[in-house]
């Protein structure tokens, strides 16, 4: 089936940037933002790259555009057979998405993938190797990594765990993975003194045969079931991370939620706990207001004596609002001891942190009324989240494509913490039944986004005149739901979002006097 087998074990970047890949066939699944990252990095690296996606061209043009010129062989469209693309391949590297066992990937892909995976383990030189984005990515990394996962949180985690290293100027800080671009674009130019940290998703876990140094865990609770079938097999999927660290590396856990804690059980490597409560021997916890670490975290920290239990940063600096985001911000601060930023580098790092887009990130106040984008509230417990970062009087956009988890639990909750609710696409109604028999009075549903958001900014300003307020009132969209009925994804909704946000800000100045 393959010509000469690349040998995964022994590909390292010096050796890419010296020319082993030169001349070799690499057959690239996939042309989304990992799959054009991967084609761009094995042409860049010499090889006969060779990219399938089952999409026809046509909508593929952007994708392409961004090969920029390489000389990549592009075989698309459905009337492409797969394994025909690999036929004398040295090496399949593939997307996320992509993967035997995943629905992800159309069927005819995910059979053919599967031949390829049974002969390779029958004998490894019979078949192509096999190699996701992701593992290639630890597989040949240099440096330490952090790897940051959960079903929330994750990118907010991993982005502030990014922010506290980069205190130490002497080591600099590469973040990627599921957030930002792909990684292995930057493999090439990774020394030994950089730091990667790499968010993570379910996703990406079963394809990696190679863990991180430091495997961070926000929480594990329900999603993408869709996927996994059940939520003991997602939580399985979750664990992997844990399965695979370093030998040499560091767990941190989330001591507040169970699911996350037992991963500690059986754990060969140093566990880190993170809790809303005093901390434990070793670990990160709150006490009078601030957050805290108990015992220094790093080696050097340790030898010098310093006392027992190390104030970090007050809860009032944090910028990032809400309680789920204290906690994301232990798991970051845990890391950046771990490599030794001092104490007052890490409250200034943490302080100055004001989030990521689309996760509780405020858009703008008009008049009074706050406008929070949390399109990445897809499951109830992030949108539960979100209702609980904010005070009243509150109003809550939801709704998309129903993803097939039990939303149960988001009804009470919403009934208690907002005003109002107003709801858009496929599980609106649903979402306003179930809201209505929870006693929220005040629950509208919306043709669009942008009609949800003039309406939910009218209801805003009948609260606040009724109550005599000042306000703020805020507006958070936090949807409860996919978004692929009315949207490309969460990204898509949320700039959306923001657009009718200033669409309406602007109507607003046109219509102040003189």
Same mark, same amino acid.
């Given at each position: 089936?393959?010509?000469?087998?690349?040998?995964?074990?022994?590909?390292?970047?010096?050796?890419?940037?010296?020319?082993?890949?030169?001349g070799?066939?690499?057959?690239?699944?996939?042309?989304?933002?990992?799959?054009?990252?991967?084609?761009?990095?094995?042409?860049?690296?010499?090889?006969?790259?060779?990219?399938?996606?089952?999409?026809?061209?046509?909508?593929?043009?952007?994708?392409?555009?961004?090969?920029?010129?390489?000389?990549?062989?592009?075989?698309?469209?459905?009337?492409?057979?797969?394994?025909?693309t690999?036929?004398?391949?040295?090496?399949?590297?593939?997307?996320?998405?992509?993967?035997?066992?995943?629905?992800t990937?159309?069927?005819?892909?995910?059979?053919?993938?599967?031949?390829?995976?049974?002969?390779?383990?029958?004998?490894?030189?019979?078949?192509p190797?096999?190699?996701?984005e992701?593992?290639l990515?630890l597989?040949?990394?240099?440096?330490?990594?952090?790897?940051?996962?959960?079903?929330?949180?994750?990118?907010?985690?991993?982005?502030?765990?990014?922010?506290?290293?980069?205190?130490?100027s002497?080591?600099?800080?590469?973040?990627?993975?599921?957030?930002?671009?792909?990684?292995?674009?930057?493999?090439?130019?990774?020394?030994?003194?950089?730091?990667?940290?790499?968010?993570?998703?379910?996703?990406?876990?079963?394809?990696?045969?190679?863990?991180?140094?430091?495997?961070?865990?926000?929480?594990?609770?329900?999603?993408?079931?869709?996927?996994?079938?059940?939520?003991?097999?997602?939580?399985?999927?979750?664990?992997?991370?844990?399965?695979?660290?370093?030998?040499?590396?560091?767990?941190?856990?989330?001591?507040?939620?169970?699911?996350?804690?037992r991963?500690?059980?059986?754990?060969?490597?140093?566990?880190?706990?993170?809790?809303?409560?005093?901390?434990?021997?070793?670990?990160?916890?709150?006490?009078?207001?601030?957050?805290?670490?108990?015992?220094?975290?790093?080696?050097?920290s340790?030898?010098?004596?310093?006392?027992?239990?190390?104030?970090?940063?007050?809860?009032?600096e944090?910028?990032?609002?809400?309680?789920?985001?204290?906690?994301?911000a232990?798991?970051?601060?845990?890391?950046?001891?771990?490599?030794?930023?001092?104490?007052e580098?890490?409250?200034?790092?943490?302080?100055?942190?004001?989030?990521?887009?689309?996760?509780?990130?405020?858009?703008?106040?008009?008049?009074?009324?706050?406008?929070?984008?949390?399109?990445?509230?897809?499951?109830?417990?992030?949108?539960?989240?979100?209702?609980?970062?904010?005070?009243?009087?509150?109003?809550?956009?939801?709704?998309?494509?129903?993803?097939g988890?039990?939303?149960?639990?988001?009804?009470?909750?919403?009934?208690?913490?907002?005003?109002?609710?107003?709801?858009i696409?496929?599980?609106?109604?649903?979402l !306003?039944?179930?809201? =209505? #028999? @929870?006693?929220? &009075? %005040?629950?509208e *549903?919306?043709? $669009?986004?942008? !009609?949800?958001?003039? =309406? #939910? @900014?009218?209801? &805003? %300003?009948?609260? *606040?005149?009724? $109550?005599?307020?000042?306000?703020?009132?805020?507006?958070?969209?936090?949807?409860?739901?996919?978004?692929?009925?009315?949207?490309?994804?969460?990204?898509?909704?949320?700039?959306?979002?923001?657009?009718?946000?200033?669409?309406?800000?602007?109507?607003r100045?046109?219509?102040?006097?003189?």
């Amino acid at each position: 089936m393959a010509g000469h087998v690349v040998d995964l074990d022994g590909l390292t970047a010096a050796g890419v940037r010296d020319g082993v890949l030169d001349g070799r066939s690499v057959t690239v699944l996939g042309l989304a933002r990992s799959g054009t990252a991967l084609a761009r990095f094995f042409a860049d690296a010499g090889a006969r790259v060779t990219v399938y996606d089952g999409r026809p061209a046509v909508e593929l043009t952007a994708a392409i555009e961004s090969l920029g010129g390489r000389a990549v062989e592009l075989r698309l469209g459905p009337d492409v057979e797969p394994s025909a693309t690999w036929s004398e391949a040295d090496m399949i590297a593939t997307s996320p998405s992509i993967n035997p066992d995943y629905p992800t990937a159309e069927p005819r892909l995910r059979t053919a993938l599967a031949v390829v995976v049974a002969a390779h383990r029958a004998d490894p030189s019979a078949a192509p190797a096999l190699v996701s984005e992701a593992d290639l990515v630890l597989r040949m990394c240099p440096c330490p990594t952090i790897g940051v996962t959960g079903t929330k949180g994750k990118t907010t985690t991993a982005s502030l765990t990014a922010a506290l290293l980069a205190a130490d100027s002497a080591h600099p800080v590469i973040l990627g993975g599921n957030i930002g671009i792909p990684l292995v674009e930057r493999l090439t130019e990774l020394t030994s003194d950089h730091r990667v940290v790499i968010e993570l998703s379910e996703l990406q876990m079963p394809t990696l045969t190679r863990g991180t140094t430091v495997a961070v865990y926000t929480n594990v609770t329900a999603d993408h079931l869709d996927r996994h079938g059940s939520l003991d097999a997602y939580r399985k999927v979750k664990g992997r991370l844990a399965e695979l660290v370093d030998p040499k590396g560091v767990l941190v856990l989330n001591a507040d939620d169970p699911v996350v804690a037992r991963y500690a059980v059986g754990a060969t490597v140093p566990v880190i706990f993170y809790r809303r409560g005093a901390p434990e021997p070793g670990g990160i916890g709150l006490e009078d207001g601030w957050i805290v670490a108990r015992a220094p975290l790093a080696e050097e920290s340790r030898r010098s004596g310093e006392p027992s239990v190390v104030p970090i940063v007050p809860v009032s600096e944090l910028a990032i609002p809400g309680e789920h985001n204290v906690s994301n911000a232990m798991a970051a601060i845990a890391v950046a001891g771990l490599f030794g930023i001092k104490p007052e580098a890490i409250r200034r790092a943490a302080a100055a942190f004001t989030g990521v887009e689309h996760r509780l990130e405020q858009v703008a106040v008009v008049d009074g009324v706050r406008f929070v984008n949390d399109s990445q509230g897809t499951q109830p417990d992030a949108v539960i989240a979100a209702l609980r970062s904010f005070e009243r009087p509150l109003i809550l956009i939801a709704g998309g494509r129903d993803k097939g988890v039990d939303l149960s639990g988001l009804g009470p909750v919403a009934a208690e913490r907002a005003d109002a609710a107003v709801l858009i696409g496929e599980s609106g109604p649903t979402l !306003a039944q179930m809201f =209505r #028999a @929870d006693g929220m &009075a %005040r629950v509208e *549903l919306a043709a $669009s986004l942008e !009609a949800a958001v003039d =309406r #939910a @900014d009218e209801i &805003a %300003r009948d609260l *606040l005149t009724g $109550s005599g307020s000042g306000g703020p009132a805020t507006v958070v969209l936090s949807p409860a739901a996919a978004s692929f009925d009315m949207f490309v994804d969460y990204a898509a909704r949320g700039r959306a979002f923001k657009a009718a946000v200033a669409a309406l800000a602007e109507r607003r100045r046109a219509t102040e006097p003189a």
